[in-house]
């Protein structure tokens, strides 16, 4: 809930990029992740970032963190119709490898082919 | 491995009747949470067993209820259900060590008519 702001929604054309952004309060958040959840289906972990880190690449999908401002963003590159989909920013601080996590909307990213 | 395995995929009760979901987690995790994903929300947290209790709880009434078994898997109660129950319900597991993102089941689609 309130612990993560991200924008409803983005839509894009297939073969553009991609960035959804993600603005959190907890300042003491070790790592960073991202979960893709796709029509009627659970969620994935796509990538994560360490908060020690400022970019993380994978692929077609890039992760920058500011960690100053508390802001994450992920890119997505050549976007597929395949990443249509919820993304769901979720930053984790320590210890807590049994706290539950606080799921924010999500951002829903249509991809027009 | 086979990953977080949830069942059934689909369910449809009446009001009022009484549900059992079930979850059987990765394989070398030892804790269960569950998540209820109304439409177009996020998910929300409803409990997380480990050791076969009940560690912490989410904003849910009392009628939801759940169960960890020696080998890890988990099941979730909810008696009198209420048309507000519909939803996608959301096992995820992890180990509580070491990096600490957790594996998401496909979910089970409960419709109370």
């Known amino acids: 809930g309130e612990d993560v702001e991200q924008s409803l929604f983005l839509s894009v054309r297939e073969g553009d990029s991609s960035v959804i952004n993600c603005t959190y309060t907890?300042?003491?958040?070790?790592?960073l992740y991202w979960y893709k959840q796709e029509p009627g289906a659970g969620l994935q972990l796509l990538t994560y970032i360490f908060s020690n880190m400022d970019m993380k690449q994978d692929q077609r999908l890039t992760v920058l963190l500011n960690k100053k401002d508390k802001h994450l963003s992920l890119r997505i590159a050549d976007t597929q119709t395949g990443d249509s989909a919820i993304y769901f920013c979720?930053?984790?601080?320590?210890?807590?490898?049994?706290?539950?996590?606080?799921f924010g909307s999500g951002t829903r990213l249509q991809v027009q082919p | 491995d086979a990953g977080v395995t949830q069942s059934p995929t689909h369910l449809i009760k009446t009001r009022g009747q009484q549900v059992t979901l079930r979850c059987s987690p990765k394989?070398?995790?030892?804790?269960v949470s569950w998540y209820q994903q109304a439409l177009g929300q996020g998910p929300q947290f409803i409990f997380q067993y480990y050791e076969e209790e009940e560690r912490q709880r989410g904003n849910f009434p009392d009628r939801f209820s759940g169960h960890q078994f020696p080998n890890y898997s988990s099941e979730l109660n909810v008696n009198a259900l209420l048309l507000g129950d519909s939803a996608l319900y959301l096992c995820a597991s992890n180990l509580g060590q070491g990096l600490p993102e957790a594996f998401f089941g496909q979910g089970t689609r409960l419709t109370v008519v």
């Open positions: 394989s070398g995790h030892d804790t």
């Open positions: 979720l930053p984790k601080v320590p210890d807590t490898g049994r706290r539950a996590l606080t």
């Open positions: 907890d300042s003491s958040s070790t790592y």
